[in-house]
């Protein structure tokens, strides 16, 4: 996975500086939206899960040809889940925990720069007319702060880890989405991202596996044509 971010990383600098950025109309997006850190203890619905809440601002810069776009993003995520260590199904116990249930606390904030891809051929970017769709995708990479914290555990299964932490480190993240273009300066965009982590304490319990925890996030938001 590191190796696969340095390399992606490279390339969407690379891509960005060798070519032009439109010195005209950016756009400056503001979201709400939900979020969810899948761990090994996420529930297998995630219809049935518990989620965060989640805020952003991105701002578009158009390159030269207009299917292409710049972005910088900045989002904060929070999240409050509940574990079970008893009755989870996904647990086999060897020993009894003295505790049931308990929560953890996760928090992140990101910073990144990325690319946006237009899927439809004939965006006429720069002259929107209403009722335009414009659906794309987005890949950026960037830092995080993450700040978790954890409450009422006394005992954890053979095999798990747990632990509270602050720190920073580095990130991708996925992108797609729709906007609906309300105005000429108004779009209206619904989107869905998900962002791989370098590490199992995302959620503050690490697992059985050597898989790492994942945040998945979507929301809606109004973006301006400044």
Same mark, same amino acid.
């Given at each position: 996975?590191?190796?696969?971010?340095?390399y992606?990383?490279?390339?969407?600098?690379?891509?960005?500086?060798?070519?032009?950025?439109?010195?005209?109309?950016p756009?400056?997006?503001?979201?709400?939206g939900?979020?969810?850190?899948?761990g090994?203890?996420?529930?297998?619905?995630? !219809?049935?899960?518990?989620?965060?809440t989640?805020?952003?601002?991105?701002?578009?810069?158009?390159?030269t040809?207009?299917?292409?776009? !710049?972005?910088?993003?900045?989002?904060y995520?929070?999240?409050?889940?509940?574990?079970?260590?008893?009755?989870?199904?996904?647990?086999?116990?060897?020993?009894?925990?003295e505790s049931?249930?308990?929560?953890?606390?996760?928090?992140?904030?990101?910073?990144?720069?990325?690319?946006?891809?237009?899927?439809?051929?004939t965006?006429?970017?720069?002259?929107?007319?209403?009722g335009q769709?414009?659906?794309?995708?987005? !890949?950026?990479?960037?830092?995080?702060?993450?700040?978790?914290?954890l409450a009422?555990v006394?005992?954890?299964p053979?095999?798990?880890?747990?632990?509270?932490?602050k720190?920073?480190?580095?990130?991708?993240?996925?992108?797609?989405?729709?906007?609906?273009?309300?105005?000429?300066?108004?779009?209206?965009?619904?989107?869905g991202?998900l962002?791989?982590? !370098?590490?199992?304490?995302?959620?503050?319990?690490?697992?059985?596996?050597?898989?790492?925890?994942w945040?998945?996030?979507?929301g809606?938001?109004l973006?301006?044509k400044?």
């Amino acid at each position: 996975m590191k190796t696969l971010f340095h390399y992606s990383s490279i390339f969407l600098f690379s891509f960005i500086f060798t070519h032009h950025i439109h010195a005209q109309s950016p756009t400056i997006r503001g979201a709400v939206g939900i979020s969810s850190i899948r761990g090994e203890l996420a529930n297998s619905n995630p !219809f049935k899960d518990k989620y965060g809440t989640d805020f952003s601002s991105t701002v578009t810069f158009p390159m030269t040809n207009e299917r292409w776009a !710049f972005t910088t993003e900045a989002s904060y995520t929070s999240q409050t889940e509940e574990h079970d260590f008893i009755n989870n199904p996904k647990i086999l116990l060897k020993k009894q925990p003295e505790s049931e249930i308990f929560q953890t606390y996760s928090q992140q904030a990101y910073l990144g720069v990325g690319l946006r891809y237009y899927l439809t051929r004939t965006i006429n970017r720069y002259n929107p007319y209403q009722g335009q769709l414009l659906p794309y995708l987005g !890949f950026s990479v960037g830092g995080i702060y993450t700040n978790v914290d954890l409450a009422g555990v006394e005992t954890v299964p053979e095999g798990y880890g747990l632990r509270a932490q602050k720190g920073f480190e580095v990130s991708a993240q996925f992108e797609g989405g729709i906007g609906y273009v309300l105005t000429r300066k108004l779009t209206l965009e619904v989107f869905g991202a998900l962002r791989p982590g !370098f590490s199992d304490y995302w959620d503050g319990i690490k697992g059985v596996t050597e898989t790492n925890d994942w945040l998945a996030r979507a929301g809606v938001g109004l973006q301006f044509k400044l």
